[in-house]
């Protein structure tokens, strides 16, 4: 059964670019969350969707936003890149509730 | 130069050692914990999860404890080896917000 796959694993971009992160959970799982990793911060809580919605958003600017596809694919945008985007960017798929998060590589973003 | 990172606690242990790693929740409402595993470079692994209506769920040498009363969660690893180094975070969920909040994890270390 295959895992969690995002890419891209890396990716360099030049402050004020734009990103797009793709993520393609395990096979029948509908929740997709997203979250920053950095040293500073930790583990980050971005947004979470299931069938396509929006369930829950965390603290981050609207630079930050995602969507997930009716075959449960997300993505995630960050627009006007700045410095401190650098990080991890994770992305977890879970069949439910309470039902286990299994989390991807992770996209290693680098702004300069 | 390098931003300051999270200040993370260690656990140095013997291979062959017992290792209990100590997490502290903060929201009453959490009702689903879950450990993970994270090596350098690798997205967090799941290791095992307890809901809020059980105080201790076994897996494979690992063992998770849950006090509800003073928020407190453990996890046990039994016969550490090497291989169990890395930094393990718990995470907590109030089941309504479908967020994961994790802790600032602990860095295990397992000397031959």
């Known amino acids: 059964k295959a895992g969690v796959t995002q890419t891209p694993r890396y990716l360099i971009k030049t402050r004020g670019q734009q990103v797009t992160l793709s993520c393609s959970p395990i096979?029948?799982?509908?929740?997709v969350s997203w979250y920053q990793q950095t040293p500073g911060q930790g583990l980050q809580f971005l947004f979470e969707?299931?069938?396509?919605?929006?369930?829950n958003k965390g603290n981050f600017p609207g630079r930050f936003s995602g969507r997930q596809f009716s075959n449960s694919r997300s993505e995630m945008n960050v627009s006007t890149l700045e410095l401190g985007d650098s990080a991890l960017y994770l992305c977890?798929?879970?069949?439910?509730?309470?039902?286990?998060?299994?989390f991807g590589s992770g996209t290693r973003l680098t702004v300069v | 130069g390098e931003s300051v990172g999270l200040h993370l606690p260690t656990l140095s242990v013997q291979e062959g050692d017992n290792s209990i790693i100590n997490c502290a929740y903060s929201n009453s409402a959490s009702d689903y914990f879950i450990w993970y595993k994270q090596e350098s470079g690798k997205g967090p692994q799941f290791i095992i999860d307890i809901r809020s209506n059980m105080d201790k769920r076994q897996g494979q040498r690992v063992t998770v404890l849950l006090n509800k009363t003073v928020k407190h969660l453990s996890l046990q690893i039994a016969a550490t080896q090497p291989g169990d180094s890395a930094v393990y975070f718990c995470?907590?969920?109030?089941?309504?917000?479908?967020?994961?909040?994790f802790g600032k994890g602990t860095l295990l270390t397992v000397n031959p």
């Open positions: 096979s029948g799982h509908r929740s």
């Open positions: 995470a907590e969920m109030d089941g309504s917000n479908y967020k994961l909040t």
């Open positions: 969707y299931f069938s396509e919605t929006q369930r």
């Open positions: 977890a798929s879970s069949p439910g509730s309470y039902r286990g998060y299994t």
